[in-house]
């Protein structure tokens, strides 16, 4: 069956470029703004929570971010123009753990190297030594804790993307736009990220 | 293509991203090679453990009852009609806020029904996972037959049913579950018919089509993926 598939263009600013927010004092307690904000944003909380958890690993520091970034989120509404709140909110979000990381676990975000990465990768055999049977191998990836342990054991700057895409279910546009990356970014730090899970469940396979 | 191009692009194959020409090519070459095909099982297998397992960390509620909190205004500077009056403006802008030019009326309203089923906790009336129960509770409120199969084997159980407003009419909202996520499906009835289309609003995913004299709208904020595969399950379940 054919589908036809339409995207708009989604591009949006998280918050405005002179973003310590003193500049433009609106009214924070106005009703119709609150109201605008929360009906925008709480269908959304789900995700900018479970994207902090995944990125910073506990409840606690999760839920520091997730209130940075709605505070955030609602004093730098005036600049969200209504395409995409779920990605706007998320941008915010990714901001505050990036933040909250350098603050408290600087160590986590120091020194990620694109090109770093891409060397260290040792590529999976494609020929020859390639698993007998991928599609057994990954059923067992089924099990839940090695998946979720593996994924949690990714850079950050990689984690990011694939939680993006697989939980959130974010186009490669959208990932681009939440991280403010590039989408050939996108792709390179996705297939990486996928390579590396792929090794460490078919090696615990072994 | 070589072995080398077509992996750097395997990926984006599996996740449906490439542009129509190069994923021809991809699967011209997939057509030829066996480690490549391997790989885009692999990939495959991967992508479905990912959305079987990988944990989804909703916010705890209150967590969230705290986040709303946070901003808003002191109750003791403010009159409490205000604060139920924003809660009341919030619903009310729901419907508002989400138009924007080059969005057809019916989008609009489907999103809106979708984001307002969330926001208030109204998502279902009549709340059963057996279609026996949600498809005669329709009767005599809406016009139509309702189509609401359950389909938990293949992961999207119903959970009920509610009437709800699209562009003005009274319709049928069918709710299914996919994970976490809650997917609408708004029906009513049409003389047109309409091949599927899929778009994206406001981090929503909708997927529309109209056959057999139903106007059927999926809307969701799981994925586009999950609504081709309700689609094709609602498409060939005998009505």
């Known amino acids: 069956m054919a589908f036809r598939r339409r995207r708009r263009d989604t591009t949006f600013r998280p918050e405005p470029s002179n973003s310590d927010g003193r500049g433009e004092a609106p009214s924070l307690h106005d009703p119709k703004r609150l109201a605008e904000f929360t009906a925008h944003m709480t269908p959304h909380l789900d995700a900018a929570y479970g994207l902090a958890r995944w990125l910073l690993g506990n409840d606690h520091d999760a839920e520091d971010a997730a209130q940075d970034a709605y505070a955030r989120a609602y004093r730098y509404f005036s600049g969200f123009h209504g395409v995409n709140a779920r990605a706007w909110l998320l941008a915010i979000t990714r901001r505050c753990c990036y933040a909250l990381l350098e603050r408290r676990r600087p160590e986590e975000i120091a020194g990620y190297d694109e ?32 998946l979720n342990e593996a994924v949690e054991g990714l850079p950050v700057e990689q984690r990011e993307i694939f939680v993006l895409r697989e939980v959130e279910g974010l186009s490669y546009k959208e990932i681009a736009d939440v991280a403010g990356i590039p989408i050939g970014t996108v792709m390179s730090r996705l297939s990486r990220a996928r390579a590396q899970l792929q090794r460490l469940l078919r090696d615990g396979d072994s | 293509m070589t072995c080398d191009e077509a992996r750097e692009l395997l990926g984006a194959h599996v996740d449906h991203e490439l542009d129509l020409r190069s994923d021809l090519a991809v699967q011209a070459h997939l057509r030829d090679c066996e480690a490549c095909r391997s790989q885009v099982a692999s990939l495959q297998a991967l992508h479905e453990a990912a959305q079987a397992h990988l944990a989804r960390h909703p916010i705890p509620a209150a967590v969230a009852r705290r986040l709303r909190r ?37 989008e609009r309203d489907v999103i809106a029904a979708h984001a307002r089923s969330l926001l208030v906790d109204h998502v ?20 139509f037959g309702v189509p609401a199969a359950s389909f938990p084997e293949a992961g999207f159980p119903l959970v009920g049913g509610r009437l709800d407003y699209i562009d003005g009419h009274e319709v049928a ?67």
Do not use: C
């Open chain 1, 115 to 146: 090109r770093d990465a891409a060397e260290s990768e040792v590529a999976p055999p494609l020929h020859g030594s390639a698993p007998d049977d991928p599609d057994r191998a990954l059923a067992r990836a089924g099990d839940a804790r090695r």
């Open chain 2, 173 to 239: 909202a069918v709710v299914y579950q996919r994970r976490k996520h809650v997917v609408n499906l708004f029906v009513w009835p049409t003389r047109a018919t309409a091949p599927p289309s899929e778009s994206n609003e406001q981090g929503y995913a909708l997927l529309h089509w109209a056959e057999g004299g139903l106007a059927y709208w999926l809307v969701t904020d799981a994925q586009a993926e999950d609504l081709r595969e309700l689609q094709r399950l609602i498409a060939t379940a005998p009505r």
């Open chain 2, 124 to 143: 279902i009336d009549v709340a059963s996972s057996d279609s026996h129960t949600v498809k005669p509770w329709f009767h005599g409120k809406v016009s």
């Open chain 2, 70 to 106: 946070s901003v808003q205004p002191a109750p003791a500077r403010y009159a409490p009609w205000l604060t139920a009056a924003a809660g009341v403006l919030a619903g009310v802008l729901v419907a508002v806020v989400v138009m924007r030019p080059g969005l057809d009326r019916t």
